[in-house]
């Protein structure tokens, strides 16, 4: 059975600071990788797909990489705003829907 | 707009009530999903629908829970005979790839 875990639950960070967070996933047989970002009450905003050939996605000051071998992916954010405050969700698929970790939720102070 | 919908927004019932949800997929998506989502945790997959056909369903919907899609568009999912430890966010998803896209999803409270 496939688990996703996301290190740390919750990261505080000054404005301008880049950070990483952090996903595992246990099997490694996946399709493609997600992240998402999730605002309080709200649905998942699709931010980075990865799929399983390749090694990292970019879209602005977001960088995702994927390690299939060792099950780890990381999210990168450059520049921090207090805007980028919110749950970050990793999500894998492999023969199922999506498998999601419970998030990292991100506070950006000014 | 030319994202997922999910109506209503938001749902409060009484036990035992039965409820019932709309999505509506992004236009040509062919595939869509249902997930259950709980305050802390990760959304959790309950079925999924390749066109109007029912492909999958978790162990998580019972059988007080229905889905359909029935012209391969909207998708309704329902509750029976609701009871509290079905209140959570309910989330629709659809692709035509890989890449999921997600509604706004609707919040059920069972008092």
């Known amino acids: 059975k496939q688990e996703v875990t996301q290190i740390p639950a919750a990261l505080s960070v000054p404005e301008g600071e880049n950070l990483v967070l952090n996903c595992s996933f246990t099997d490694s047989a996946i399709y493609n990788l997600q992240w998402f970002r999730q605002d309080p009450g709200k649905g998942l905003t699709s931010l980075l797909l990865i799929q399983s050939s390749q090694r990292e996605q970019t879209s602005g000051r977001l960088n995702a990489s994927l390690d299939k071998s060792s099950g780890r992916s990381t999210l990168y954010i450059a520049a921090s705003q207090p805007g980028d405050s919110a749950t970050y969700l990793c999500a894998v698929s492999g023969n199922t829907p999506l498998v999601f970790g419970k998030g990292t939720r991100l506070s950006v102070i000014a | 707009d030319t994202g997922v919908s999910q109506n209503p927004r938001h749902k409060i019932t009484k036990r035992g009530q039965n409820v019932t949800f709309r999505c509506d997929p992004i236009s040509e998506h062919n595939r869509l999903y249902w997930y259950r989502q709980t305050l802390g945790q990760g959304p959790e997959f309950l079925t999924y629908?390749?066109?109007?056909?029912?492909?999958?369903k978790s162990r998580l919907l019972s059988d007080r829970f229905s889905a359909e899609r029935p012209k391969g568009s909207f998708s309704t999912l329902e509750i029976q005979r609701t009871e509290q430890g079905d209140s959570a966010m309910y989330l629709c998803a659809s692709s035509v790839y890989n890449e999921q896209f997600f509604g706004p999803g609707t919040r059920l409270t069972v008092l």
């Open positions: 629908f390749q066109n109007e056909a029912q492909l999958e």
